[in-house]
């Protein structure tokens, strides 16, 4: 099939590069020029396993082409793909601009009936919203198609998931255009539902939410643990046994990032609050979760009298493993917080630093050498669980840190391991271990 997809981020690319190497003709399209014009050359402007291999590759079979011109993508397409960014906007609402301006492109550029498929996560009812762009705004004689088409891929393992996703969400009101869709996922052998459009929206909106949820929720128990004496390891894996709940996204820590989680909770929160139904569940999830981002500046202060002047490294700077992306990342608020104490920050990760750079500027110390992060800091804070730093020989920390105090936001190392080192531990929901001179505490 001759397929379009519109924005080369995240969902776009991985979009995009995984069609053509089914075989199909891929056209990207994207209105930043650099980012084509470095995607022209087979490199990808953000860090996604597996994705530069088979960007060349179908770069050099001749499968997938970038573009900047909305009539070369869009004009002899059979399914165009949108998958720009829905980014919030101050009041936490999703900000529909690009997928508004990429509706209109299509409208102006099609030359063919067409199925416009939305990918990127949009309010329930912007579908409807789109279909009225081409009803008013497409050649009277073409017919186009609106698909709602969520994604569920992850940063990190993103062209896995696209091979090996749980289900394939179309939501489509034309039996027609639903099995054209149908038929172009057949091949990955993913169960397929379809569905109407709204819901379809939905699914995505509440899969996300429920994820967050059962994050916070975990996090949540796991601060309870700390007060009462009990081990969130052993109460997570006790809890998560039970299959109607399930052992995924149990994980306590210092709560969660990146490009979807926040943006799309807050949208909920957002939509409900429009249709009168306050979302007050998620709101609390979504107040647990920024309370869980500052939880270890919290714990190093009432721990040291004051963090004025102290050395702080901060270990792993990326929302999650195995990305680059910074976008909401723990990290971000604690070395803020940081700052503000009057702390200095030595911040360590594999490869989200250009990111944090633009961000941080020289504000803070970058450096992707663990030992030299640790070098003569009073204390550290884990805030991603690179294996890099889950495989850390323990004794590093005493070895190179003035005072050996870390403050794990990730669970990253075994209790019992830890007990070994002379190293005062605090993570999140376990038992706090203390090994360094009482002086250095308060
Ligand atoms: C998520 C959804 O999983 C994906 O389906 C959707 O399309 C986009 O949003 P992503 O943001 O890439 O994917 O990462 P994910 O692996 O889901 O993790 C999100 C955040 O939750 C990370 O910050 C992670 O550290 C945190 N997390 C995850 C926890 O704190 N505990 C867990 O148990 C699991």
Request: hydrophobic share 40%; proline share 5%.
């Amino acid at each position: 099939m001759r397929i379009t997809v519109a924005g080369a981020g995240n969902v776009g690319l991985v979009t995009a590069v995984c069609l053509a190497d089914a075989g199909h003709q891929v056209t990207c399209v994207d209105t930043q020029k650099e980012k084509i014009e470095m995607l022209e050359k087979g490199h990808s402007p953000f860090f996604e396993p597996g994705l530069e291999p088979l960007l060349e590759k179908t770069l050099s079979n001749g499968k997938l082409r970038f573009t900047t011109n909305p009539k070369l993508a869009y004009s002899d397409a059979e399914i165009i793909f949108i998958a720009v960014g829905t980014p919030a906007k101050k009041d936490g609402s999703a900000d529909l601009s690009y997928i508004y301006a990429v509706s209109y492109s299509i409208a102006n550029n099609i030359e063919n009936n067409v199925i416009v498929c939305t990918k990127s996560t949009v309010p329930v009812g912007t579908n409807d919203e789109i279909k009225q762009i081409f009803q008013y705004g497409k050649p009277r004689h073409l017919k186009v198609d609106v698909v709602a088409n969520p994604e569920f891929l992850r940063e990190g393992s993103a062209i896995m998931d696209f091979y090996l996703g749980d289900r394939i969400i179309v939501g489509a009101d034309n039996p027609e255009a639903a099995a054209i869709m149908e038929q172009l996922y057949l091949p990955l052998k993913i169960p397929i539902i379809v569905t109407d459009i709204r819901s379809a929206e939905m699914i995505k909106y509440a899969s996300n939410a429920f994820l967050a949820t059962k994050i916070s929720f975990i996090n949540e128990i796991a601060n309870l643990c700390e007060k009462v004496g009990a081990n969130i390891d052993e109460v997570a894996y006790g809890v998560g046994k039970d299959k109607r709940i399930g052992e995924s996204f149990l994980q306590a820590g210092i709560g969660y990032g990146g490009s979807c989680f926040p943006k799309d909770t807050k949208a909920l929160v957002q939509l409900a609050g429009n249709v009168k139904h306050p979302f007050e569940l998620l709101e609390s999830v979504i107040k647990v979760n920024q309370h869980q981002h500052s939880l270890l500046v919290v714990k190093a202060k009432e721990m040291m009298d004051s963090l004025k002047g102290k050395k702080a490294a901060i270990l792993g700077l990326a929302f999650k493993p195995e990305t680059d992306d910074i976008r909401e990342a723990a990290s971000i608020t604690i070395i803020r917080e940081l700052l503000e104490e009057g702390a200095t920050v030595t911040a360590y990760d594999p490869i989200a630093i250009p990111n944090a750079h633009k961000l941080f500027g020289n504000s803070i110390e970058y450096t992707t050498n663990i030992r030299q992060a640790l070098k003569d800091a009073d204390f550290a804070i884990i805030a991603t669980e690179w294996e890099q730093i889950k495989h850390l020989p323990l004794d590093t920390f005493a070895v190179c840190m003035k005072e050996p105090i870390v403050l794990d936001g990730r669970n990253c190392y075994c209790i019992k391991d830890i007990q070994r080192y002379p190293i005062t531990y605090v993570s999140i929901g376990r038992p706090v271990i203390s090994k360094v001179k009482p002086m250095s505490i308060k």
